[in-house]
Nanobody, 122 residues
Framework: QLQASGGGLVQAGGSLRLSCAAS????????MGWFRQAPGKEREFVAA????????DYADSVKGRFTISRDNAKNTVYLQMNVVKPEDTAVYYC?????????????????WGQGTLVTVSS
């Protein structure tokens, strides 16, 4: 089970940190990802991290502004969002793969959290 939190209203140029707490003893074995879905749009890849955190991948739209990280001792993955823009407004979902390696395709993830809403005002 995945529980995302940390969403809210933030001004453009500001920062926000999302968290995703996972249950289960095998968290450290699996890659994790963040996706987002804006109203009227398809779900899109944001960032992913491999099992031990030494490999990450980012969508071009967030590269250099967002950072994904994980704390396996706390069964938690984070998304640090800096210099946010109005186009970052979306519901953000965390997801888990059943392999150790990153991937940007939603279909490669088998467990999803409930989502947390991020709204960026201009």
């Amino acid at each position: 089970q995945l529980q995302a939190s940390g969403g809210g209203l933030v001004q453009a140029g500001g920062s926000l940190r999302l968290s995703c707490a996972a249950s289960g003893r095998t968290f450290s074995s699996y890659a994790m990802g963040w996706f987002r879905q804006a109203p009227g749009k398809e779900r899109e890849f944001v960032a992913a991290i491999n099992w031990n955190g030494d490999s990450t991948d980012y969508a071009d739209s967030v590269k250099g502004r967002f950072t994904i990280s994980r704390d396996n001792a706390k069964n938690t993955v984070y998304l640090q969002m800096n210099v946010v823009k109005p186009e970052d407004t979306a519901v953000y979902y965390c997801a888990r793969r059943t392999t150790s390696w990153v991937d940007s395709l939603p279909g490669k993830y088998d467990s999803w959290g409930q989502g947390t809403l991020v709204t960026v005002s201009s």
